[in-house]
């Protein structure tokens, strides 16, 4: 009995010494879990899940039917059938399942749950687009990057997220900006990430961005493999980068996520060209009245030292060319936007020009070497808490706020095409 105590105390000593031990909370098992809602196709019409099995399950499927009051399934309940592939992490081998519901009715609220007879997963509920409507909400989230941070570990990414969405529960998906987990290739990081996200992840889709530290692990340090492998988003990009780089439409945006990830990716070859080949047909072939773009590095990044000059150097004169609005970044961990910029002279009018947003961060890390910037027309470093941002569409007016996690207003900012007219209310800091 003494030796069982003395084994017990020397393991519960290691969980409180180690992150990584406390990180590895969360293996899989025969019941479904890291239940994520994403688009691979039209927003109004379709929505995809993705889940995880152990390894030992071997098939799953959705049930899903129109939202009823009582929240219950009824005899009149659908089935889509999923598939499946193995992925195994650096703890255990697994299977990740993912189904595309097709021919849903827009603007509908939906219940569905994940799984088999034998395991189901909780009941949730997620809303298709309306593509009538003009207006609508989103969230933007710098990097959630997290280190175990007292009780829970990535407690801080889980707190500005469900923060985020209590405020804003209208808002239709989220975006993260890259750098989702410290370490990429841990499956420890990803289990700790996904429970934090649990509770908005499966009702609101997530689109996005890998960053650098997607590509760091002990297994592969230069693709971000396991990012790749769990989130399932449309295959429009180019060849050899599906997933990484893709677009979408959602009302009268047109949104572009891209790679920046070069000097990490590049023994496997240049990344930047082909994308920048793909970025201008995609955009050439938009009649949307908005563009937007999310890449991780920044082209006027807010760190000295840190230039992105290759960054700039491939995609600006695309965006130039064609006019995109706003373009977000993650990497810098602070919040930031620039004068509207074209062939890198600040310009006035928002027409004439793209504005460079920094998202921020949603989790522990933050800098002390970041600064305003020559480009810059605002800056805020969050040192004292996270935040994140609440992106407005309502017809020709885009909305910017960054929040702090605790509601306070670090910046407001819109841009008026009717008008031709951005603000420049840089507020002192207030509740919303």
Not at 203 to 226: C, F, K, Q, W
Request: charged share 20%.
């Amino acid at each position: 009995m003494k030796h069982k105590f003395v084994l017990a105390i020397l393991i519960l000593l290691y969980v409180i010494a180690s992150p990584t031990a406390c990180l590895a909370a969360g293996s899989a098992s025969a019941s479904p879990d890291h239940v994520t809602l994403t688009w691979a196709d039209n927003p109004a019409t379709t929505m995809t899940v993705t889940w995880r099995t152990d390894n030992t399950t071997a098939t799953g499927s959705v049930e899903y039917q129109k939202y009823q009051k009582s929240a219950a399934f009824t005899a009149n309940a659908k089935y889509a059938t999923s598939h499946s592939a193995d992925f195994t992490t650096d703890l255990q081998a697994t299977h990740l399942f993912t189904a595309t519901l097709k021919g849903l009715e827009p603007n509908t609220k939906y219940l569905y749950r994940v799984g088999n007879q034998g395991h189901w997963s909780a009941n949730h509920s997620f809303t298709t687009a309306n593509p009538s409507s003009k207006s609508f909400k989103f969230l933007v989230f710098g990097d959630s990057q997290s280190v175990a941070d007292g009780n829970f570990p990535y407690g801080v990414w889980s707190k500005t997220l469900h923060n985020a969405y209590s405020a804003n529960p209208d808002a239709r998906f989220f975006v993260n900006m890259g750098d989702l987990v410290d370490t990429g290739q841990s499956g420890a990081h990803w289990n700790a990430w996904f429970s934090a996200a649990a509770g908005v992840i499966d009702t609101i889709p997530i689109m996005p961005v890998v960053g650098n530290h997607e590509t760091r692990g002990s297994l592969d340090t230069r693709r971000p493999a396991y990012w790749k492998a769990q989130f399932y988003l449309p295959q429009n990009g180019p060849s050899d980068l599906k997933d990484q780089a893709y677009s979408y439409d959602y009302g009268p945006v047109h949104f572009v996520v891209l790679d920046s990830q070069q000097s990490e990716e590049k023994q496997y070859g240049d990344i930047l060209t082909p994308q920048k080949k793909w970025l201008a047909a995609d955009l050439a072939a938009s009649k949307s009245p908005w563009k937007i773009v999310f890449l991780h590095k920044s082209a006027y990044s807010l760190m000295v030292g840190r230039e992105n000059k290759d960054i700039r150097n491939a995609f600006c004169p695309v965006y130039d060319r064609y006019h995109v609005d706003v373009v977000f970044n993650g990497h810098d961990h602070s919040v930031g936007r620039t004068f509207p910029i074209k062939n890198e002279a600040y310009m006035s009018k928002p027409s004439q020009g793209t504005i460079y947003y920094s998202a921020g961060r949603s989790g522990t890390k933050y800098y002390n070497q970041v600064c305003k910037r020559d480009w810059s027309k605002f800056f805020y470093n969050p040192t004292d808490q996270p935040d994140y941002l609440v992106v407005e569409v309502a017809g020709a007016k885009l909305t910017i706020t960054a929040l702090k996690t605790d509601g306070a207003i670090i910046d407001e900012f819109f841009i008026d095409k009717k008008k031709d007219i951005n603000s420049d209310t840089s507020h002192s800091l207030g509740k919303r």
